[in-house]
Each structure stands twice: as C-alpha cells, then as structure tokens.
C-alpha cells in the first residue's frame, strides 16, 4: 500500500506539481494574494484525491485549470459582480472596429493589471486561458464546462473590453492633463 | 475577404482557430490592408502585454511547501524530513506530538461520544427514511454521481443505434 | 481546540440540527383546510424505441406534484448526454405553459493535446399545452428510416388533492414504472416558486430618483423593468433613463430563507447606435436571500461626469400569491 501511495505521490510531483507556478499567477490575476494561495491550495488538494481520475495522456495544465475553475465558481459565487449567464442567446460576434489605434503605451504596466481587474470575471478567465495559457478554444470550452460560441463570445468582449478600459484610462489622462494645461493657460 | 470579414475572425485568426481556407483568406487580406494589419498587430502586442503582465507574480515559498505536504503523509509534515535523517528520538517526538496535537479529550470519553453520536444518528435517518419525505425540494431518482466534472465523463447505456447526428428537437401534438 | 474534539462538537450540532428540523418544519408548513380543491398534475414520462413502425417502451415513469412542478429529464449514453429541463405553469384552468431547456452534448474525439471534444447544443422553447395534447422530445432528432428514441411527456390532472388530510401539503412524487436499462433515463422533479416581484430603485446621493416595479417576473425568462424618474429626478436623469434587463435565474434552497441568483444588464435606451444592439452600461449578477435588498454602485457606469454617488438596489420576492414551499 505505501509502496503504491509513493508511486502516487511521485507521479502527482511529476505531472501536476510543476504547473503550480502557472495556476497561481493565474489564480492571482482573479482574486488578491491570499485569496489566490487558497484557491491554489484547494484546487491542488482537489486534484491529489480525485489524481486517479486524471488520464496520463491528456493535457495536465488544463485538467488543473478545470478544478481551478470549479473551486473558483464553488468558492466566490456570493455578492460577486460577474457577467449575466444569459449567453446563450447572444452568438454574434461584435464587428471590430477597437483596434486602429495604438491604445497600449507600455506593454508591462500596472495600468494593463488595473484594467484586467476590471473586465468581468467569465471574460478574464476566457481571454487569459487563450492568452496566456495558449489553450485552443474547445479546451477553453471543457475548462469552464460552457458551448465553444461562448467562449468565442467572451474571448471577442474581454479583449474589446479590455481595449477600452486601456483605452479610457489614457483618455482620462489625457483630459486631466488638458485642464492643467487650461489652468496653467489662465493663471499666466 | 473584405476588412469587414476580417475583423469578424479576427480573434479565430490570431488564437489559430481558424480552417486552412479562411486562415489563407485573411494572410492575403492582411497582405493587402495596412489598417487590418495595425489591428492584428494590436492585438499581437495586447496578447504579449498580458503574458508578461500575468507572469510578474510568482508563488510564495510558503505555498511551494503547503501544496508539496497535501502528498506527504501524516508523520512527516511534523517536522521538515528534508533537513536531516530522522533518529528514533525524533521519531518519538513526533509520535507524542501526534498525540497531543489531535486528541486532547481522554481517549475512552472521546470514543463514547463518537458512538453516541453515530447511533442516534443512524436511528434517526432510518426512521427519517421511512417516514413521509418532505414537502418540497428535489426528488430524485438518479444513480450515485461521480466527480464526473474532473475529466472525460459518461460511461453508460449504449444508444449509438439512435445517433445519427441530428440535433434534439421538442414538439407537442394531439393524443 | 484541537481538531478532533471541533469534530466531535460538529457532530453534537448535528445531532441537535437533525433533532430540531422535524419539528420546525412541522410549524413552518402552513395549514390548510382539506376542503381547498388545488389541483395537482400528473406527467407521464414514457420512452419508446421506435422501428419500422413498431414501438417498445423503454422506460415509464410519473411525476406528480402541485401546479408549477418542474422536472428534467437526463438521458446518458456511451457518447452522449441530454440534459432537458421543463418548467411549468398552469396559466389557464387547461392550458399549461412549458418552458423547456435542451441541452446536449455529444463527443466526437480528442483534440492534439488529447483533451475530449464536443459537440454542444442548447435550445430553449416555450409551449402551450393543453391536456388533450402531449410532448414529444427526441433527444437525437427524427429519423424515419432507423431505429428513433421517441420521449413522450403527456400530462394529466390527478385525482389527488394537493393537500393530504391534516393540512399539510402533499408531497412531490416520482414513480418508475419501468426502469430504463442501464440507468441510462432518469427524471427528477422539484417544485419551486416561479413568480417574483422585483422592485428596483435608483439612489442619487442617497436620493431616490428613479424606481422601477413588477409583480410578475419568472424565473428563467429575462424581463425588461424600465426605471421611471421621481419628483426628486433632475433633468440629468430625466434625459439618462435606465433599463434594467433583469434574468432571475435560479432558486436555491438555503436556511434561513431561501436565496434567488439574478443576473441582469443595465443600459441606456437613448445611445444605441444604429443597426446595433444597445450597449451595455453595467453587468452584474448576484446571490441575495428573498426580500433582501442587492445594493450596486454604478457611479463609475451612470452620468460618471457629475461627480454624484449612484446607487442601484434591487430586491426580489414572492409574487403575491406565491408560496416557497
């Protein structure tokens, strides 16, 4: 028995222990650093006692991501702001007409962090699976256990809201820094 | 493909999602349209932004530890077993630490308490079982349900013999 | 306190929660004189395997329950899934109004890096049915030519009352008539409220000036609720109306009270570009204990320009004439 549960523990070490780096940064950019460290604990505590459920063969990450996404949805569905579920009814990709002009100054900013706290959380978690994570959509779609059209719907809204968020933040900047120009002006 | 149809695929293009024809449409799109080329590049470096932005946070050593215990067994995570080889006297103190640190009711009192508690309530839910079941709420008939969302699910009856790949439709006629 | 004696107080808590349950809900369930004549539904759940004209049944089972019973039926295969929920209202003495959600899933194979693909399909469908009608779902579409799974749904008025004798309300049941092989059908049942009244208000500095009302919300089915200006409004708000697409979608049962999932869009109708939907100003969705008010601030989404605190409150309940249980 020990000798089957160290032949456990090594192939868990093996396979899913290595990702812990990529679930907790991806565990952070949706909740604050303690939060994050609990989801990151109990996903993985998750995946140690259902570990004989996971298939060699297939993707590790993604399973991860998988019970990332069910502790998440388990865990904060309380007094949360999130998107309305009512997706189904909505397929059409919007026509992009967001990207002409260069809205991303600095690419590492805290300002792109910011603006990625406020897209809505199913969003988040679309864009940053395909992002970041790489993940082609019919695995986005088995992560968060919802149709391919919507993950292509929320992949296509989370970028565009993101693009404008970006986007607002310089505009802000650009009127605050006007109307100290126009102070500046009148004082003279 | 026109700028209008490119913008539409664009994110299927970008992420590879798009077929071997309509990825072939959209490079020669792109070829032509400088506007659609500064949108995909756009969003190339909006993509580039959030990998890098994502990647400035690294796990704390304290949680590389906690998830490395969840495997390790009871005995161990008493005390650091990567420092140095245990010797019976650590070994001991571990024994003893075990104890205190889980029971401290006397032993024969904390079992009495378990079997009191297990009984009644065993003789409860069996007399809850056979009693009329409760007004409202979900009634269900269904098998014990497996942690089917943890990976590839339904292993059951097989109705091949009916799929053909339609899609489900509902209707309502006479009786 | 150590683990094991939390364990062994958990337990004691137990006891006394399962010791206590009987008796509240014994006085929370309200009296009612066995003359009321409140009706209940029967739905019969019969599955045919039909060939060359013959008909099998492959399994049978009812559903009874009072007016507004919902049940789903799964079917589960090797490499299929259909998961359909109906939801019911008797809008007329004969007439039921179901509202159906199908959902399936079919795998078809296994992506590059070995991950399970599937092929996924939702509809929703809302019916009129009368009692001399039935439904007829087949889960895997028509096919004349081959073996077809034909799921007949026919609903009946039972005899019994909704009521047993004492007053208390009759429970819901499931009887399985014949069982399909291998568990593959299965059919649940559950009875909740379906009509809520929303009232939804607009504070301004803490100011009401806009509130919205409706008695008749239902659950699953999305309504729009049109926030009307007070006497207290200014013409900014006056100009900047609010729709609140509000989508109550589910109900939980939760002690104390129990608690409804809402999800709604709030938007302006006056920005809409042309050809477009109008844009969404504010999404947000919530768990809130019935009667409970949900409190959102949309200083950052309404008239951010003006510089005021605006707040949105909403709160649900039962409908009048509704009950929880």
């Known amino acids: ?188 | 493909m026109d700028c209008k149809e490119f913008r539409e695929v664009l994110d299927l293009y970008v992420d590879q999602e798009l077929s071997f024809d309509a990825s072939t449409a959209a490079r020669i799109h792109l070829n032509e349209c400088s506007t659609c080329r500064r949108a995909e590049r756009e969003l190339i470096r909006l993509r580039r932004a959030l990998k890098l932005v994502v990647s400035q946070h690294q796990p704390s050593a304290d949680l590389v530890s906690a998830v490395r215990r969840i495997t390790q067994p009871r005995w161990r995570r008493l005390f650091d077993i990567t420092k140095r080889k245990p010797n019976a006297a650590d070994v001991a103190r571990a024994r003893r630490s075990l104890w205190r640190e889980t029971i401290k009711l006397p032993m024969p009192v904390f079992m009495l308490l378990v079997i009191a508690v297990v009984t009644v309530t065993v003789v409860f839910t069996r007399r809850r079982m056979f009693s009329a079941p409760p007004s409202a709420g979900v009634y269900s008939k269904t098998e014990a349900i497996k942690p089917a969302d943890l990976g590839p699910p339904f292993e059951a009856a097989d109705l091949s013999r009916f799929d053909h790949g339609g899609r489900a439709s509902l209707y309502k006629e006479l009786r | ?325």
């Open chain 3, 1 to 325: 306190m150590n683990r094991y004696t939390r364990i062994a107080l958990i337990l004691l808590f137990c006891l006394v929660a399962l010791t206590s349950d009987g008796g509240s809900s014994h006085l929370a369930v309200k009296a009612r004189p066995a003359t009321d004549d409140l009706r209940r539904i029967r739905f019969d759940v019969t599955t045919f395997e039909e060939h060359n004209g013959r008909r099998d049944v492959i399994s049978e089972t009812t559903v009874e329950g009072p007016q507004g019973t919902d049940f789903q039926i799964k079917l589960q295969g090797g490499r299929f899934q259909l998961d359909a929920k109906f939801l019911t209202d008797l809008v007329a003495p004969e007439v039921l109004k179901v509202r159906a959600d199908l959902n399936t899933r079919r795998l078809y194979g296994y992506s590059e890096r070995n991950l399970p693909l599937y092929e996924e399909g939702a509809q929703k469908q809302a019916l009129q049915l009368g009692f001399d009608e039935k439904l007829v779902l087949l889960p895997f579409g028509r096919n004349d030519n081959s073996d077809q799974l034909k799921i007949e749904i026919t609903p009946e008025v039972s005899g019994q009352s909704a009521y047993l004798a004492s007053g208390m309300a009759r429970p819901l049941e499931i009887k399985i008539l014949k069982a399909s092989p291998g568990g593959a059908i299965t059919v649940e049942a559950s009875k909740v409220p379906h009509r809520f009244a929303v009232e939804a208000v607009l504070l301004e500095d803490g100011r009401e000036v806009a509130r919205g009302e409706t008695n008749e919300s239902l659950l699953e089915e999305p309504q729009d609720i049109v926030l009307k200006p007070t006497e207290q409004a200014g013409p900014e708000i006056v100009n900047n109306p609010i729709i609140l697409k509000l989508d109550i979608n589910r109900y939980l049962r939760s002690r104390p009270t129990d608690q409804i999932a809402i999800a709604f869009d709030a938007h302006s109708p006056e920005r809409q570009r042309p050809g477009q939907p109008p844009p969404v100003a504010f999404s947000a969705a919530g768990i809130a204990e019935l009667g409970s008010t949900l409190p959102y601030d949309l200083s950052d989404y309404y008239l951010k320009s003006s510089g005021r605190k605006y707040e949105l409150r909403l709160r649900v309940k039962l409908a009048p004439g509704e009950e929880a249980n």
């Open chain 1, 1 to 188: 028995m020990r000798l089957l549960q160290r032949g456990r523990t090594k192939r868990f070490e093996a396979v899913a222990v290595p990702h812990l780096a990529d679930v907790y940064r991806f565990a952070r950019q949706l909740e604050n650093e303690q939060r994050a460290q609990d989801l990151v604990q109990e996903t993985y505590l998750r995946a140690w006692k259902y570990f004989d459920s996971f298939r060699p063969e297939t993707n590790c990450r993604a399973w991860l991501f998988r019970i990332l996404h069910n502790v998440w949805r388990d865990a904060g569905q309380r007094a949360r702001l999130e998107i309305p579920l009512t997706e189904k009814e909505e397929t059409l990709i919007e026509p992009y007409y967001d990207w002409e002009d260069e809205f991303l100054k600095n690419e590492l900013s805290m300002e792109l962090e910011r603006a990625l706290s406020q897209v809505p959380a199913l969003y988040r978690w679309a864009i940053l699976l395909a992002d970041v994570e790489e993940l082609s959509y019919q695995e986005i779609a088995h992560v968060m256990n919802c149709p391919i059209g919507t993950v292509m719907s929320r992949i296509n809204r989370g970028r565009r809201t993101l693009a404008r968020l970006l986007r607002s933040r310089d505009a802000e900047l650009i009127k605050e820094l006007d109307e100290i120009k126009d102070e500046s002006t009148r004082s003279i």
